[in-house]
């Protein structure tokens, strides 16, 4: 069974651009999260989506925003880069089944660097 | 929001000896309790979780034990072995939504 797996693995962007990372989950699994972890603020939780729909979101700026295909492929975005955004976005997919928690799997990430 | 709290921040031990890595949290609605191990350059991987209605678990030499009045819970690592050295989170989660700890650097000694 192939993993969680994110797109690109590395971005270089410079500030003020957007920038787009892809996830593709577990097969069967329906729940993917996304998460930032840099060094001072470890791994803080962005959002979540669980059939297409945002079910949770973390505290991050509106310039953060995700979405869900029917596949439950999922992408993230960032607009309007600062370079307090370098960091390793991490996805996790889980089966997501109702809203009791169950085992979630990370992909390898995608190291985003905004020089 | 959740606030967990992880401590040591690292941990330095001899090949063969235990370690043990606390964590509190503030939510009493949390009901899912996972540790995740990081080797440098790699991905969070689940070790062990454990749940509300469970006081304690096992898998080898990794246990977890929770505490829900007290509202924490710890791992604990018997026999370590040089492979064991790395970061290690806990987190609580409710809804598929995870809050991790600061996580806890582990070195295992030879």
């Known amino acids: 069974k192939a993993g969680v797996t994110q797109t690109p693995r590395y971005l270089i962007k410079t500030r003020g651009q957007q920038v787009t990372l892809s996830c593709s989950p577990i097969s069967g699994h329906r729940s993917v999260s996304w998460y930032q972890q840099t060094p001072g603020q470890g791994l803080q939780f962005l959002f979540e989506?669980?059939?297409?729909?945002?079910?949770n979101k973390g505290n991050f700026p509106g310039r953060f925003s995700g979405r869900q295909f029917s596949n439950s492929r999922s992408e993230m975005n960032v607009s309007t880069l600062e370079l307090g955004d370098s960091a390793l976005y991490l996805c996790?997919?889980?089966?997501?089944?109702?809203?009791?928690?169950?085992?979630?799997?990370f992909g390898q990430g995608t190291r985003l660097t905004v020089v | 929001g959740e606030n967990v709290e992880q401590h040591p921040s690292t941990l330095s031990v001899q090949e063969g000896d235990s370690a043990v890595i606390k964590c509190t949290y503030s939510?009493?609605?949390?009901?899912?309790f996972p540790w995740y191990k990081q080797e440098l350059g790699k991905r969070p991987q689940l070790i062990i979780d454990?749940?509300?209605?469970?006081g304690e678990k096992k898998d080898q030499r990794i246990a977890v034990t929770l505490n829900k009045t007290a509202k924490h819970f710890s791992l604990h690592i018997t026999e370590t072995q040089p492979e064991d050295s790395a970061v290690y989170f806990c987190a609580t989660g409710g809804g598929n939504k995870l809050t991790f700890g600061t996580g806890t650097q582990l070195k295992v000694e030879l």
């Open positions: 989506y669980f059939s297409e729909t945002q079910r």
């Open positions: 939510d009493s609605a949390s009901n899912y």
């Open positions: 454990i749940r509300s209605n469970v």
């Open positions: 996790a997919s889980s089966l997501g089944s109702g809203h009791a928690n169950t085992e979630a799997f």
